[in-house]
C-alpha cells in the first residue's frame, strides 16, 4: 500500500464530505460559468473515494456532487420547482452510479484501466443524462464550447459525439488525479493519459474541420422582449402591439437588407399570423423582397391542437412548409401537441435543420435532421425564462455542440438571447447581448456531407460500454480466482 | 479549513441566484422602456407606465389622429364633448360592464379606461399607473360607452 493509499484510507468521513462538496462546487460552477473547472471538477471526489470503507458512503459522495453540480442550474426555477428538485435529484443519481461503479471497479483490473475508469465511468452517467425526460444541460463538452483556447479538443465532436469531447475532460481529471494522488504505479499511465490529451489536442489544432463552401447570408431577428411583456400582450392590446411592431421593424430591417435568409426566436409573436392576412402583410418578407423566413409562431389548426412552430414563409407571404416542436418542454408545454417528426424544412436557399429550444440540448434532434440532409442548423429559442442566470450560456453552448457534432455552421436566435451564429469548429460570428432587441447579420455556409457521428450516432458509447462491461467481466472473474485460493489458504 | 470556506461559497452562490432570480427586469425595448410588472393590493400592474388618459385613448382608437384640445374636466360631460371631437361617440353606460366596448370610468381615482376583460378580470389603463387587471370587476360609478369602437388587437 503506498503511503497516499494509506493516508486515503484515513480520511475522516468529514473530509471525504468535505471534498465531494468541493467537487460538487466545482462541477456546478463549471456548467454554470467557469468552464475551465471541469478539467479538474471531480478531482476532490476521486480523492474522496479513495478507500471509501463502504458502498453507501460512496453513493452518498457522489450523490452529493451531483446534487450540488444540479442545483447550479437554479435558472429553470422559473419554470417550476418540479422540473428544479426532478432535475437536481436525476443528477445526483448519475453521480452515484460514478462513485459506486469506481468503488466497485478500481484496482481490480489493471493500472491502464484504473486511470480510463474515471472517464469511462463519465461518459456513462452523461449518455444517461441525455435520456428521458428529464436530460437537461449537463456536459463537460458543454461546459468548453465557448473557450476559444480549448476549442482544438472539440474537434473530436464530429466523430464521436459531443459526448466524446467530455470523455476526454473526464480523462484529463482522472490523469491529473492519478499524476498527483496516484503513487508510483499509476504515474506512467497517468502521463500517457495526458498525453493523450494533449495529442487529440495538437491533432484539433492541425486538422479544423471543413467549413463549407456555399455561401448564406442570414439574419438573427431577437426581440429582446422579457416574458412580462408577452404576459400584458395576452390581456393588453397595446401591449400585444407592441410585440408585433418590434418584429415588424427588426424583420423588415432584414428584408431591407436583402439577406437570404430571416430566422425569428421561438414563438416570437403569439397571434394566429398565419390564419390572419393583415399580419402577414406586416410581418412577412413582402413579394419583392429576397428574403425568406423562418418564423417561430404558435398555431392552433382546427381541431383545436396547438403547436410550438417554426414557419417556412417565402416572399409574399406563402408558407410551403412547417416544423412543429418534437421534444416538449414537460410540465411546462403539455398544452401543446408535439411534431411528428425531425425532419428539415425544404427551402429555396437550403435545407434548414430546426430545433427549437430544449431539442438544442439532445444530441440525436441535431444528428437527425443532419442525417435527413439539413445543410444549416436553426436553433430558435425563447430563453426569457432564465432571465440573466447562467443557465442561457450553457444552453448556448449545448447548441454550439451540435454544430460541432454535425459539422454544420448553426444561427441560434433567441427571444431575450443569446443570438449568435456558431461555425462547424465552434467559434462564435458575433453575438446580441440579452434582451437587446436588435438584428444579428452573418454569412453562413451550407454543408451537406455527413460527419462520422451522425452516421453512425452514439457509437462512442458502445466502445466505452465495451470497455465498462470487460472490466466488470475481468474483476469478476479475477474476484472468481482469488475466493478458492483465499479459501485454501484459509484451510491450510 | 476548507468546509467554512465551501459553505461561504455555497452561501454566496444562493444568495446571488435567489436575488437573480426574483431580479426585477426592465428592459429597453424597440420602442419603450418596459418597466417590470407588480402587484397593487389585489390587483396588478401589468404594464407600468403612468401617461396621459386623452393621449391613451386617441392611441388606442384614433392612432394617428392629431390630438384634440383634451376635456376640459374629469367629468362624463366634459369627456362626451372631447371623445366627440375625436369621432368617438360615448353614452352613458346603461349596466355592468361585459368588457365587450371600452368604458370610461369615473369612480374613485377616475376617470380610468377599461380595454377589455381578461378570463373575468377587468384589464384597464388607469394614468396614474398604467395598465391594470383587476381581481374583479369595478366598482358600480357613472360610466360613459364608447359605442361601437374597437381597438386593432395587433
Same mark, same amino acid.
Given at each position: 500500500?503506498s503511503?497516499?493509499d494509506?493516508?486515503?484510507?484515513?480520511?475522516?468521513?468529514?473530509?471525504?464530505w468535505?471534498?465531494a462538496?468541493?467537487?460538487?462546487?466545482?462541477?456546478?460552477?463549471?456548467?454554470?460559468?467557469?468552464?475551465?473547472?471541469a478539467?479538474v471538477?471531480?478531482?476532490?471526489?476521486?480523492?474522496?473515494?479513495?478507500?471509501?470503507?463502504?458502498?453507501?458512503?460512496?453513493?452518498?459522495?457522489?450523490?452529493?456532487?451531483?446534487l450540488?453540480?444540479?442545483?447550479?442550474?437554479?435558472g429553470?426555477?422559473?419554470y417550476?420547482?418540479?422540473?428544479?428538485?426532478g432535475?437536481?435529484?436525476?443528477?445526483a443519481?448519475?453521480?452515484?452510479?460514478?462513485?459506486?461503479?469506481?468503488r466497485a471497479l478500481?484496482?481490480?483490473?489493471?493500472?491502464?484501466?484504473?486511470?480510463?475508469?474515471?472517464?469511462?465511468?463519465?461518459?456513462?452517467?452523461?449518455?444517461?443524462r441525455?435520456?428521458g425526460?428529464?436530460?437537461?444541460?449537463?456536459?463537460?463538452?458543454?461546459?468548453?464550447?465557448d473557450?476559444?483556447?480549448?476549442r482544438p479538443?472539440?474537434a473530436?465532436?464530429p466523430i464521436t459525439?459531443?459526448?466524446?469531447?467530455?470523455?476526454?475532460?473526464?480523462?484529463?481529471?482522472?490523469?491529473?488525479?492519478f499524476?498527483?494522488?496516484?503513487?508510483?504505479?499509476?504515474r506512467?499511465?497517468?502521463?500517457?493519459?495526458?498525453?493523450?490529451?494533449?495529442?487529440?489536442?495538437a491533432?484539433?489544432?492541425?486538422?479544423?474541420?471543413?467549413?463549407?463552401?456555399?455561401?448564406?447570408?442570414v439574419?438573427?431577428?431577437q426581440?429582446?422582449?422579457?416574458?412580462?411583456?408577452?404576459?400584458?400582450?395576452?390581456?393588453?392590446?397595446?401591449?400585444?402591439?407592441d410585440?408585433?411592431?418590434t418584429?415588424?421593424?427588426?424583420?423588415?430591417?432584414?428584408?431591407?437588407?436583402?439577406?437570404d435568409?430571416?430566422v425569428?426566436?421561438?414563438?416570437?409573436?403569439?397571434a394566429p399570423?398565419?390564419?390572419?392576412?393583415?399580419?402577414?402583410?406586416?410581418?412577412?418578407?413582402?413579394a419583392?423582397?429576397?428574403?425568406?423566413?423562418?418564423?417561430?409562431?404558435?398555431?392552433?389548426?382546427?381541431?383545436g391542437?396547438?403547436?410550438n412552430l417554426a414557419?417556412y414563409?417565402?416572399?409574399?407571404?406563402?408558407?410551403?412548409?412547417?416544423?412543429?416542436?418534437?421534444?416538449?418542454?414537460?410540465n411546462a408545454?403539455?398544452?401543446?401537441?408535439?411534431g411528428?417528426?425531425?425532419?428539415p424544412?425544404?427551402t429555396?436557399?437550403g435545407?434548414?435543420?430546426?430545433?427549437i429550444?430544449?431539442?438544442?440540448?439532445?444530441p440525436?434532434?441535431?444528428?437527425?435532421?443532419?442525417?435527413?440532409?439539413?445543410?444549416?442548423l436553426?436553433?430558435?429559442s425563447?430563453?426569457?425564462?432564465?432571465?440573466w442566470?447562467?443557465?442561457?450560456?450553457?444552453?448556448?453552448?449545448?447548441?454550439?455542440?451540435?454544430?460541432?457534432?454535425t459539422?454544420?455552421?448553426?444561427?441560434?436566435?433567441g427571444?431575450?438571447g443569446?443570438?449568435?451564429?456558431?461555425?462547424?469548429?465552434?467559434a462564435?460570428?458575433g453575438q446580441?447581448?440579452?434582451?437587446e432587441?436588435?438584428?444579428?447579420?452573418?454569412?453562413?455556409?451550407?454543408r451537406d456531407?455527413?460527419t462520422?457521428f451522425?452516421?453512425?450516432?452514439?457509437?462512442w458509447?458502445?466502445?466505452v460500454?465495451?470497455?465498462?462491461g470487460?472490466?466488470?467481466?475481468?474483476?469478476?472473474r479475477?474476484?472468481?480466482?482469488?475466493r478458492?485460493?483465499?479459501?485454501?489458504?484459509?484451510?491450510? | 479549513?476548507?468546509?467554512p470556506?465551501l459553505?461561504a461559497y455555497?452561501?454566496?452562490?444562493?444568495?446571488?441566484?435567489?436575488?437573480?432570480?426574483r431580479?426585477?427586469?426592465?428592459?429597453?425595448?424597440?420602442?419603450?422602456?418596459?418597466?417590470?410588472?407588480y402587484?397593487?393590493?389585489?390587483?396588478?400592474?401589468?404594464?407600468?407606465r @403612468? &401617461?396621459d388618459? +386623452?393621449?391613451?385613448v386617441?392611441?388606442?382608437? #384614433?392612432?394617428? $389622429?392629431?390630438?384634440? %384640445?383634451?376635456?376640459?374636466?374629469?367629468?362624463?360631460?366634459?369627456?362626451?364633448?372631447a371623445l366627440?371631437?375625436?369621432?368617438?361617440?360615448?353614452?352613458p353606460?346603461?349596466?355592468?360592464?361585459?368588457?365587450?366596448?371600452?368604458?370610461?370610468?369615473f369612480? @374613485? &381615482?377616475?376617470? +380610468?379606461?377599461?380595454?377589455?376583460?381578461?378570463? #373575468?378580470?377587468? $384589464?384597464?389603463?388607469? %394614468?396614474?399607473?398604467g395598465v391594470v387587471?383587476?381581481?374583479e370587476?369595478?366598482?358600480?360609478?357613472?360610466?360613459?360607452?364608447?359605442?361601437?369602437?374597437?381597438?386593432n388587437?395587433?
Amino acid at each position: 500500500m503506498s503511503r497516499l493509499d494509506d493516508w486515503a484510507s484515513r480520511l475522516a468521513p468529514s473530509a471525504r464530505w468535505t471534498l465531494a462538496g468541493l467537487a460538487g462546487l466545482l462541477n456546478g460552477a463549471a456548467f454554470v460559468d467557469v468552464g475551465w473547472l471541469a478539467l479538474v471538477a471531480n478531482v476532490p471526489l476521486l480523492v474522496a473515494l479513495r478507500g471509501a470503507p463502504s458502498a453507501s458512503l460512496a453513493a452518498g459522495l457522489g450523490g452529493l456532487v451531483g446534487l450540488l453540480g444540479g442545483v447550479h442550474i437554479y435558472g429553470i426555477l422559473n419554470y417550476g420547482w418540479l422540473l428544479f428538485v426532478g432535475f437536481s435529484v436525476y443528477t445526483a443519481s448519475q453521480m452515484v452510479i460514478y462513485a459506486l461503479l469506481l468503488r466497485a471497479l478500481t484496482g481490480r483490473v489493471g493500472r491502464l484501466y484504473d486511470v480510463l475508469l474515471p472517464a469511462l465511468v463519465w461518459t456513462l452517467t452523461e449518455w444517461i443524462r441525455t435520456v428521458g425526460p428529464l436530460a437537461m444541460p449537463a456536459s463537460y463538452v458543454g461546459c468548453l464550447a465557448d473557450l476559444p483556447a480549448l476549442r482544438p479538443w472539440l474537434a473530436l465532436a464530429p466523430i464521436t459525439g459531443g459526448l466524446g469531447v467530455s470523455s476526454l475532460v473526464a480523462l484529463a481529471q482522472s490523469g491529473l488525479y492519478f499524476l498527483v494522488f496516484g503513487g508510483r504505479d499509476h504515474r506512467v499511465p497517468a502521463v500517457a493519459a495526458l498525453a493523450f490529451v494533449g495529442a487529440v489536442g495538437a491533432w484539433g489544432a492541425a486538422s479544423p474541420p471543413p467549413l463549407g463552401d456555399r455561401p448564406l447570408t442570414v439574419a438573427g431577428v431577437q426581440g429582446g422582449l422579457a416574458n412580462p411583456q408577452y404576459a400584458a400582450a395576452r390581456a393588453d392590446a397595446a401591449a400585444r402591439r407592441d410585440v408585433v411592431r418590434t418584429y415588424e421593424t427588426l424583420s423588415h430591417q432584414a428584408y431591407a437588407r436583402g439577406v437570404d435568409l430571416v430566422v425569428w426566436p421561438e414563438t416570437a409573436v403569439r397571434a394566429p399570423v398565419l390564419d390572419t392576412p393583415s399580419l402577414r402583410r406586416r410581418l412577412f418578407p413582402p413579394a419583392d423582397a429576397h428574403s425568406v423566413l423562418v418564423a417561430g409562431l404558435l398555431f392552433e389548426n382546427r381541431h383545436g391542437q396547438s403547436y410550438n412552430l417554426a414557419a417556412y414563409v417565402v416572399p409574399g407571404g406563402e408558407t410551403p412548409d412547417a416544423y412543429a416542436k418534437k421534444r416538449l418542454v414537460p410540465n411546462a408545454e403539455a398544452h401543446l401537441t408535439p411534431g411528428d417528426a425531425w425532419r428539415p424544412l425544404d427551402t429555396r436557399v437550403g435545407r434548414l435543420g430546426v430545433l427549437i429550444c430544449l431539442e438544442s440540448v439532445y444530441p440525436d434532434a441535431g444528428r437527425a435532421v443532419a442525417a435527413r440532409g439539413a445543410e444549416l442548423l436553426l436553433v430558435m429559442s425563447n430563453d426569457a425564462g432564465f432571465g440573466w442566470s447562467p443557465i442561457t450560456r450553457h444552453m448556448t453552448n449545448r447548441a454550439a455542440v451540435r454544430a460541432l457534432e454535425t459539422g454544420r455552421w448553426l444561427l441560434r436566435v433567441g427571444q431575450a438571447g443569446v443570438t449568435t451564429l456558431i461555425d462547424p469548429t465552434g467559434a462564435r460570428h458575433g453575438q446580441l447581448g440579452l434582451f437587446e432587441p436588435a438584428v444579428l447579420y452573418g454569412e453562413a455556409r451550407l454543408r451537406d456531407d455527413l460527419t462520422p457521428f451522425v452516421r453512425w450516432g452514439d457509437w462512442w458509447m458502445g466502445v466505452v460500454a465495451l470497455l465498462l462491461g470487460g472490466g466488470v467481466f475481468v474483476s469478476l472473474r479475477r474476484r472468481r480466482a482469488a475466493r478458492p485460493a483465499s479459501a485454501a489458504s484459509a484451510r491450510r | 479549513m476548507l468546509a467554512p470556506l465551501l459553505l461561504a461559497y455555497a452561501g454566496a452562490r444562493a444568495w446571488a441566484g435567489y436575488h437573480e432570480l426574483r431580479r426585477q427586469y426592465v428592459v429597453e425595448g424597440l420602442f419603450r422602456t418596459y418597466q417590470p410588472p407588480y402587484p397593487d393590493g389585489d390587483a396588478w400592474v401589468i404594464d407600468p407606465r @403612468p &401617461g396621459d388618459l +386623452w393621449t391613451e385613448v386617441r392611441d388606442r382608437y #384614433r392612432p394617428g $389622429v392629431p390630438l384634440p %384640445p383634451p376635456p376640459a374636466a374629469p367629468t362624463p360631460e366634459a369627456w362626451t364633448r372631447a371623445l366627440a371631437a375625436l369621432d368617438l361617440p360615448a353614452h352613458p353606460a346603461p349596466d355592468a360592464w361585459s368588457g365587450a366596448e371600452p368604458r370610461l370610468w369615473f369612480g @374613485p &381615482g377616475g376617470p +380610468w379606461l377599461l380595454t377589455g376583460v381578461f378570463g #373575468r378580470q377587468p $384589464v384597464f389603463f388607469d %394614468p396614474a399607473r398604467g395598465v391594470v387587471m383587476a381581481p374583479e370587476r369595478l366598482p358600480d360609478a357613472p360610466a360613459l360607452e364608447l359605442t361601437g369602437v374597437r381597438e386593432n388587437p395587433w
